[in-house]
């Protein structure tokens, strides 16, 4: 499709063990955000990636996190040690940041719980 | 991180009534965005807005990019019960950073 998607859709995970979950942006679309939503609450800015630029990490809550995308395309986001308060949804969004138009697209999110 | 201040937190309303919220900023966005958000799914884009005082429509939702560039609206009329779920703002300064920041969503539930 031609939607931003994500992967696993759910993920259970014992305490201590790392996941990785994955984002595929819409085609060309040079943003890519990670964010996190725990239960009935708002959004949480994770990290932002724009082109080649160095990410801005500044959302990240601790060393466990991390992220990676290759070039324009997929973003992987690695939690290492995971904790139960990790449990939340796991939403990328995408965008083409063009100057001054800056639209979002959100994928579907990927539903983590740490037992 | 920076969270933009929504309300009301939820809202019950009938079936045809006209719905109103709102989102205020600390400091000035060039950028709202509004989305919805239903159960087990990612938010849904509903209106952009790029310019102080744009009025932006779509279908019977109309949002406006506040004067002051710190505040914007959301309106629903005439809501049907698809219209329930959390409806979320985010704004953004591209002039300050790449980060959109997000309200704390308004709950909608619309009574048959």
């Known amino acids: 499709g031609a939607g931003v998607s994500q992967s696993p859709s759910n993920k259970v995970t014992e305490k201590g063990k790392d996941v990785e979950l994955r984002c595929d942006p819409i085609s060309g679309h040079t943003a890519l955000y990670w964010y996190r939503q725990r239960l009935g609450q708002g959004l949480e800015f994770l990290i932002y990636f724009q082109g080649n630029s160095a990410p801005d990490k500044s959302g990240l809550p601790s060393d466990r996190f991390s992220a990676e995308r290759t070039g324009e395309s997929v973003s992987t986001l690695t939690i290492q040690r995971t904790q139960q308060e990790d449990s939340a949804v796991y939403l990328c969004?995408?965008?083409?940041?063009?100057?001054?138009?800056?639209?979002?697209?959100f994928g579907p999110g990927t539903r983590l719980l740490v037992l | 991180g920076q969270q933009l201040n929504q309300s009301p937190q939820s809202m019950f309303i009938q079936e045809g009534e006209d719905v109103s919220m709102n989102c205020t900023s600390s400091s000035i966005f060039n950028t709202w965005l509004w989305y919805k958000q239903d159960p087990g799914e990612g938010p849904v884009l509903l209106i952009a807005l790029y310019k102080a005082g744009e009025l932006t429509s779509n279908g019977r939702l109309t949002a406006q990019f506040g004067i002051t560039r710190k505040d914007s609206f959301l309106n629903i009329s005439a809501s049907i019960p698809s219209d329930v779920g959390i409806y979320f703002c985010a704004g953004r300064n591209t002039g300050t950073g790449n980060q959109f920041y997000f309200g704390t969503g308004t709950s909608l539930t619309v009574i048959p």
């Open positions: 969004a995408s965008s083409l940041a063009k100057l001054g138009r800056n639209t979002q697209y």
